[in-house]
């Protein structure tokens, strides 16, 4: 599903599947949805790739490497417990952000900003796009897809370097994200088709709501799960 969603606006796979999978299993995560953050953009650049913005790009990149370092802080010294409540609060957010489609501007400044915030909640949670496609939300579709992608590819490839280092990327995780890739594929097929057939203003409103309510869910589960361990 999140690849669906990504295939066709340029982001929202974190969005709709790092709350499941938090849930499901949250030592894996965050180095698991960027297996498949460092993946799934390749498709994308393999037919866009010229449309990326690259001075944008660039100011964006120059944010996210201080902003990696705090989500790396938070990944090292923050629970497992409060990262799940963090990554659903993230997705709330996140969620909000987009419906609303707040007007923001362009700039060197703006770019920056929204690399260093997605710095921090991309690599502590795996959900790092709202930030930059909040600032793009007004470009041409290939140009925030193509820019977006090539964002996402770097992002996701200093993310996996970083927790390695810091020790939070297991075997294992690498291994479920290599199995998800498979799913993302499939995903990414389907989003073609359904890019053009299907409207995109419900689609949309359906895929945030189903992101709200995975993020509710997984504040349930840990509130629960602290209560009656």
């Known amino acids: 599903m999140g690849a669906i969603v990504q295939g066709g606006v340029g982001f929202g796979l974190g969005l709709v599947a790092a709350p499941v999978l938090t849930m499901l299993a949250p030592d894996l995560m965050p180095g698991a949805i960027q297996v498949v953050n460092l993946t799934l953009p390749l498709f994308t650049l393999a037919v866009e790739w010229r449309r990326v913005d690259w001075s944008g790009l660039g100011f964006a990149l120059l944010g996210r490497l201080p902003g990696s370092a705090i989500g790396a802080l938070i990944i090292v010294h923050v629970s497992v417990y409060a990262r799940g409540i963090f990554v659903a609060v993230m997705v709330l957010i996140a969620v909000a952000l987009t419906a609303r489609a707040l007007s923001v501007p362009r700039n060197g400044y703006t770019v920056t900003s929204a690399g260093f915030v997605s710095g921090i909640t991309g690599t502590a949670t795996g959900i790092g796009g709202p930030p930059i496609a909040l600032v793009y939300q007004n470009a041409k579709g290939p140009q925030i897809r193509a820019t977006l992608a090539m964002f996402f590819f770097l992002s996701a490839a200093q993310s996996l370097v ?48 189903v992101a709200a309510l995975s993020a509710v869910g997984l504040i349930a589960q840990n509130v629960v799960s602290r209560l009656w361990p």
Not at 163 to 176: D, M, N, R
Not at 187 to 198: A, D, I, K, M
């Open 162 to 209: 970083i927790l390695q280092l810091v020790g939070e990327l297991p075997a294992q995780a690498l291994l479920t994200g290599g199995v998800l890739i498979v799913p993302m594929v499939l995903g990414f097929l389907v989003s073609g088709p359904l890019r053009r057939y299907l409207d995109g203003g419900k689609v949309r409103r359906a895929v945030l709501a």
